[in-house]
């Protein structure tokens, strides 16, 4: 064994360490081989995209000085980012202070507690998130203590966290990305993500994604159950939603969101948060649009098993008329015509010999259908 060199064995020691190098997964694709790719970010540690940010964020706050040894930190959160940040806050020595609302998944309390971050309540708001009241407390607490307040709707490493994530896309991928769909809260891991491509030559076309009754692309506000995602009336959306970075802005109804994540959950096995439902249903909606042989991507940014008491509960999607049996089946519908444009296509090929994807274009079929009947 002498002369060898020392083996690199893959032990991290600290659980920041496995941030990243989420993997991609194949939904879907056309018989026109335009495919649908999700960027599994509940592979992340707390099963979010959000510990990516977090931790840039605290790394940006040291570096400027504006968090010390020992220091405290405070954000308004609907779960995601303060899990991140009461990972990163006790890695580093921090205490952690999160204002939450009766809005956020039970879960996403449960986890942040057991690491240590203290939780303050606002009142809720007709259902729907209490984001202006979460601020306001935010800061009151901040003045009063001298905590640091990230304040992720503003904060330039919010965005910066997400480069990352844009390296393993074009790291992973052998082509550009066509399209890109996420769900838009704070902005950053879609603005973020698709500023890095661009700033690489990417000519990717972006699609976000909001909750119905959610303000962030304009329309009334009104209350709404998708967490994670989307502003709420009164609130002021925030810099880091540069919406040079988005072309297209879409909201999808609660109804449809619970309901594409539920069908993804029961087609791959893999449960995914309420936002990324959304982002799947314009995705899946729009795929015989694009080119043939495209590739779209949808950022998953959290994982679903958060939401076993509310997506994943007939109950609960029972009780406030979110539980729609025939939304279910649309959406198999679309994902079974899908299969069987595949199917098809190589037929066609079995039969007639290669030909150009033009030809295939022409006759979509039974998905293009659907997707125009909304059935």
């Avoid at 800061?139 to 330039?156: F, R, V």
């Avoid at 890109?180 to 698709?194: K, N, P």
Wanted: net charge positive; aromatic share 6%; charged share 25%.
């Amino acid at each position: 064994m002498t002369g060898l060199a020392p083996r690199r064995e893959p032990v991290v020691h600290r659980a920041s360490e496995l941030i990243g190098r989420t993997p991609l997964l194949e939904l879907t694709r056309t018989g026109t081989g335009t495919r649908l790719l999700l960027k599994l970010e509940q592979f992340n540690p707390t099963g979010s995209a959000k510990v990516r940010m977090a931790r840039e964020m605290v790394l940006h706050a040291e570096r400027t000085g504006l968090l010390g040894p020992g220091g405290h930190i405070v954000e308004p959160t609907s779960g995601n980012t303060g899990t991140g940040l009461a990972l990163i806050a006790l890695e580093r020595g921090y205490t952690f202070t999160a204002v939450v609302d009766g809005h956020a998944a039970r879960d996403k309390l449960r986890a942040m507690r057991a690491l240590g971050a203290r939780l303050v309540f606002v009142d809720g708001a007709d259902g729907g998130p209490s984001t202006v009241a979460r601020r306001a407390k935010a800061a009151e607490i901040a003045a009063a203590t001298g905590a640091y307040w990230p304040d992720q709707h503003n904060n330039p490493g919010n965005g910066a966290g997400y480069r990352g994530l844009a390296e393993e896309l074009r790291a992973d991928l052998g082509t550009d990305i066509d399209c890109l769909i996420g769900a838009v809260g704070t902005g950053g891991s879609l603005c973020g993500t698709v500023e890095e491509l661009r700033r690489h030559g990417s000519r990717v076309r972006t699609v976000g994604v909001e909750p119905t009754g959610s303000i962030i692309f304009g329309g009334p506000g009104r209350p709404y159950w998708q967490t994670g995602a989307g502003s709420p009336a009164g609130f002021q959306v925030g810099s880091n939603v540069d919406y040079r970075h988005i072309d297209e802005g879409c909201k999808v109804a609660d109804v449809d969101a619970f309901a594409t994540a539920r069908v993804v959950a029961c087609r791959t096995g893999l449960l995914i948060g309420g936002t990324a439902g959304a982002a799947i249903y314009v995705a899946l909606r729009r795929l015989l649009r694009l080119r043939p042989g495209s590739t779209a991507v949808v950022l998953v940014c959290d994982a679903g098993e958060k939401y076993l008491d509310s997506v994943y509960d007939d109950d609960w999607l029972l009780e406030r008329g979110l539980l729609d049996h025939l939304a279910h089946q649309r959406i198999k519908r679309l994902l079974t015509a899908y299969d069987d444009s595949v199917q098809l296509a190589a037929v066609r090929y079995v039969v007639d010999g290669p030909h150009d994807n033009a030809g295939t274009r022409g006759r979509p079929g039974r998905a293009a259908d659907l997707e125009r009947t909304g059935t």
